[in-house]
């Protein structure tokens, strides 16, 4: 079990430091995800107090496809490793708990709090574009709080990341029932009118997590708007991406690479990072 601050053992009652994170008026927690041990090392580094990891990057790092339930073994080893490292409170992707059993998504739960993990992040879409059942996501739910109740389960709807139809309703219909079925935090991806998120924030009970676009309001206008937590989701690990495309590129086409211009971490850095994940 880790021993940073943020974590607290297996059966502890709610109101942990993590949970905590999320009841700051007017100072969202900003959760950056990471793919990896190294990612999330020079991002706790930075002084995140928490790190979230995103099952897209962790799929695409294996070689395999996100939302699926292809990545049960890849996210716990992750997750073990990280949250023995105690550097920060981690809390992990785990789409849909790779399963539609209650049963064995709360035995998942139960692994991951035992490594040292902070919370969850639980999402309704599915691969096909529908949405599970409320009513089982909310079993899910009631099973993760009953066998691992300290474990900060962050209710995930894709109504607005899906474009279902009917999403206002529907996304309000699915916060109640996640809310009753004891959800600690509720997350809304693909929803970035202002408007529509301060009717969120002033509905429901529960601190509201929304992902954060480069198109949508800033980290400043959410917090103004009454959001409780930002997510990063897979942003950096795509940014990382395309900034290694770049700099190939530039030295294949004989040009400066951007790289010259940030702290571009040494060998011997990199290599350290190693210390925090034994």
């Given at each position: 079990m880790s021993d940073s601050p943020l974590n607290t053992p297996l059966g502890t009652p709610l109101g942990t430091p993590f949970a905590a994170l999320h009841r700051r008026p007017g100072e969202p927690l900003l959760l950056p995800n990471a793919w990896d041990h190294a990612s999330a090392a020079v991002l706790a580094e930075q002084g995140f107090p928490a790190i979230g990891t995103t099952s897209l990057g962790v799929a695409a790092a294996a070689g395999l496809p996100d939302g699926a339930?292809?990545?049960r073994a890849e996210t716990l080893r992750l997750a073990r490793r990280l949250g023995r490292s105690g550097r920060c409170a981690v809390s992990v992707d785990v789409e849909n708990g790779f399963s539609d059993d209650p049963g064995e998504v709360a035995a998942l739960a139960v692994e991951?709090?035992?490594?040292?993990?902070?919370?969850?992040?639980?999402?309704?879409?599915?691969?096909?574009?529908?949405?599970?059942?409320?009513?089982?996501?909310?079993?899910?739910?009631?099973?993760?709080?009953?066998?691992?109740?300290?474990?900060?389960?962050?209710?995930?709807?894709?109504?607005?990341?899906?474009?279902?139809?009917g999403a206002v309703e529907e996304t309000d219909r699915r916060l109640a029932?996640?809310?009753?079925?004891?959800?600690?935090?509720?997350?809304?991806?693909?929803?970035?009118?202002?408007a529509a998120i301060e009717r969120l924030c002033g509905t429901v009970a529960g601190p509201l997590n929304i992902l954060f676009s480069p198109t949508g309001p800033g980290l400043a206008e959410l917090a103004a708007l009454g959001v409780a937590r930002v997510s990063l989701g897979s942003f950096l690990y795509r940014t990382a991406l395309a900034a290694a495309?770049?700099?190939?590129?530039?030295?294949?086409?004989?040009?400066?690479?951007?790289?010259?211009?940030?702290?571009?971490?040494?060998?011997a850095a990199v290599q350290a990072l190693y210390a925090d994940g034994r």
């Open positions: 339930a292809a990545t991951l709090a035992e490594a040292g993990i902070v919370g969850i992040n639980l999402e309704d879409g599915r691969p096909d574009g529908t949405l599970t059942p409320a009513a089982v996501h909310s079993a899910k739910i009631v099973a993760i709080k009953d066998a691992a109740p300290a474990l900060f389960v962050n209710a995930r709807t894709d109504t607005h990341w899906l474009a279902v139809p029932a996640y809310e009753q079925a004891g959800a600690d935090g509720l997350f809304v991806p693909g929803l970035t009118d202002p495309v770049s700099a190939a590129l530039a030295v294949r086409d004989g040009v400066p690479t951007a790289a010259a211009a940030v702290d571009t971490p040494g060998y």
